[in-house]
């Protein structure tokens, strides 16, 4: 049995989850075969084009909309971390949300681990680069990022730390001083940057040695509950009763991140699928709040109808890219029955008849 059947034989048995360290783990193990170039100049003409679009969406509309509705920039609450991101020329706010993330147990990253009895002795060392993009940047001091005696976090961007981003970091490389918190690649390096810019920096990465990129986060879509007075804000068109950007492929993200993907064919970008298709609203009539500060009670539809279909964003969407979705915690995996999806994790297809998301792991 070659690897590369001994590898799928064990992801159909078990269920992979956010393969951003088990493409880790193999990447190195390459093949023989011709390798196609990088495109550097595409890269660079990505992130050029990815920074103007950045200072056209933080320009003057940006402060004025920030101004006119009273808004923190970034908002941080048991619910969600959410921040506005930027204003388009048409006046829409663009905000950027935390997803939820993924462990080694239910993903069986740990039969790739030393003493498995599989035949790997895989531990993230000495493997493609890595980075991640998320609301902040890493405690790089914490013992889990330091437990072989040198720093393995880097943080590339001058941003606070925040809890969801040590979250997604530790899951990817915590190293196991305290054995529950053991990462799925534990001894690998991560570069950590906040989402700010995120596309411009993927590029640049890309053109830099980075092999592997994740995103746990994604565009607030539909019904977001964040808690208040009126818990629930309505982010489709305000004169929509559905929100219909979900599963479109958009120019601005989707296409953006395949011609990145394609311009480095050995970047493999992993991104959430969201958790959107437990957001109901507040019921027929219901009193909501729209991201301008006003309020309505117009009746809309939960995110994906009375099924929840169609629930994933932009970058879920992408066809080059690796989707994760969410299961329920197998701690023991018995056969398929044992593999349960979350009540939240957001479903496919995409408009245009794609299955997504591509894998599930815990979340």
């Not at 053109?207 to 629930?232: F, K, R, V």
């Amino acid at each position: 049995m070659n690897i590369w059947t001994k590898y799928k034989n064990i992801i159909q048995r078990s269920g992979f989850g956010i393969l951003v360290i088990v493409l880790a783990m193999t990447w190195i193990a390459g093949s023989a075969f011709a390798r196609p170039e990088i495109d550097y100049e595409g890269l660079r003409e990505i992130q050029a084009e990815a920074e103007r679009t950045y200072e056209i969406q933080r320009g003057p509309q940006f402060w004025e909309f920030v101004k006119n509705n009273n808004l923190e920039i970034y908002v941080d609450n048991v619910h969600n971390g959410m921040e506005l991101m930027g204003v388009t020329l048409e006046g829409e706010p663009i905000f950027y949300k935390i997803d939820n993330v993924n462990a080694a147990a239910t993903s069986r990253a740990d039969q790739l681990y030393p003493g498995a009895g599989n035949g790997y002795a895989i531990t993230g060392a000495f493997t493609a680069h890595m980075a991640m993009w998320d609301a902040g940047v890493l405690l790089t001091t914490h013992q889990e990022f330091v437990n072989l005696g040198y720093p393995r976090a880097n943080n590339r961007d001058n941003s606070a730390v925040h809890f969801h981003s040590q979250h997604v970091g530790g899951t990817m490389i915590a190293g196991g001083v305290s054995a529950s918190a053991r990462g799925m690649s534990y001894e690998a390096y991560l570069d950590s940057y906040d989402w700010n810019q995120d596309t411009a920096e993927m590029a640049s990465a890309a053109a830099s040695g980075t092999y592997i990129t994740n995103h746990s986060y994604g565009t607030p879509m539909g019904w977001e509950y964040d808690g208040g007075a009126i818990p629930w804000v309505w982010y489709g068109l305000s004169t929509m009763t559905y929100d219909r950007n979900f599963g479109e492929y958009n120019s601005q993200t989707s296409r953006v991140w395949d011609n990145l993907a394609h311009a480095n064919p050995y970047l493999s970008i992993c991104a959430s699928a969201g958790n959107d298709r437990s957001d109901t609203g507040p019921g027929p009539g219901g009193l909501h709040r729209l991201p301008n500060g006003s309020t309505s009670t117009m009746t809309r539809e939960p995110d994906g109808g009375d099924l929840g279909y169609d629930t994933i964003g932009y970058r879920g969407v992408a066809k080059n890219i690796l989707t994760v979705g969410a299961v329920n915690d197998v701690l023991n995996y018995t056969g398929p029955g044992s593999v349960l999806m979350s009540s939240f994790s957001s479903y496919g297809p995409t408009d245009d008849g794609r299955i997504k998301p591509d894998i599930v792991a815990n979340g």
